[in-house]
């Protein structure tokens, strides 16, 4: 789920001014191009920073959803942790995985515009876009967790994913009580995240003008 309003192939269809110039065949395999790589990294990326919370919350990685990050990102975040040692709780090749994965996206399509626009922007729009990753990986989270709460309360995933949403919900349970015995958290924390995404996409656009 992406609440920001900002997608990388809009910088680069920007820059190259191709919708004015080239094929409807080169624009579709372009958009194709992108959603793959949208999946791709939202993939890989989205494993490390799970890597990285966990880590940081210290959750064992032992069970399926554990299991599944590891086999997603070892190929990556082994040989970073080998230059990159974790500092205190902070997993610091985790996090490295993730913006690496988010530039790789980013410099591809920058390559399949033909280099067109500025290279600094394709490195300041890695780093917004592994900010959007984050507020929409969270996002689905806390949407995950809101449903599992109703369906099952008891499960051993909603034990894990309750524990990674603990950290941010917390906050907003200390100022906004239950209303009606409902807890409304999930709710105000969706919405900050929107707002959030809302924002980080107009500073991506500005960037691209």
Same mark, same amino acid.
């Given at each position: ?77 082994? #040989?970073? !942790?080998?230059? =990159? $040692?974790? /500092? +205190?709780?902070? @997993?610091?090749? %985790? &996090?490295?995985?993730?913006? *690496? ?69 917390? #906050?907003? !349970?200390?100022? =906004? $009580?239950? /209303? +009606?015995?409902? @807890?409304?958290? %999930? &709710?105000?924390?969706?919405? *900050? ?17």
């Amino acid at each position: 789920m992406d609440w920001a309003v900002f997608t990388p192939a809009i910088y680069f269809k920007g820059s190259q001014r191709y919708h004015q110039t080239s094929s409807g065949g080169v624009h579709l395999f372009t958009q194709i191009i992108s959603l793959l790589l949208d999946v791709a990294a939202g993939l890989v990326g989205g494993a490390c920073l799970l890597r990285l919370i966990m880590q940081w919350q210290r959750i064992p990685f032992n069970n399926p959803i554990g299991r599944f990050i590891f086999a997603v990102s070892d190929w990556l975040v082994m #040989p970073l !942790r080998k230059r =990159l $040692p974790a /500092i +205190g709780r902070l @997993d610091t090749a %985790s &996090l490295a995985g993730a913006w *690496l994965v988010k530039l790789a996206q980013f410099v591809a399509l920058w390559l399949l515009s033909s280099g067109h626009g500025s290279l600094l922007a394709v490195l300041l729009l890695s780093v917004m876009g592994l900010a959007q990753l984050v507020i929409s990986g969270l996002s689905a989270l806390i949407l995950i967790y809101a449903v599992l709460s109703w369906v099952q309360p008891g499960s051993m995933n909603m034990v894990l994913i309750e524990r990674l949403c603990q950290p941010w919900l917390a #906050p907003i !349970r200390r100022v =906004l $009580p239950m /209303i +009606g015995g409902v @807890d409304l958290s %999930s &709710l105000v924390l969706l919405l *900050l995240l929107q707002i959030a995404g809302m924002v980080l996409g107009a500073i991506q656009m500005e960037l691209m003008h």
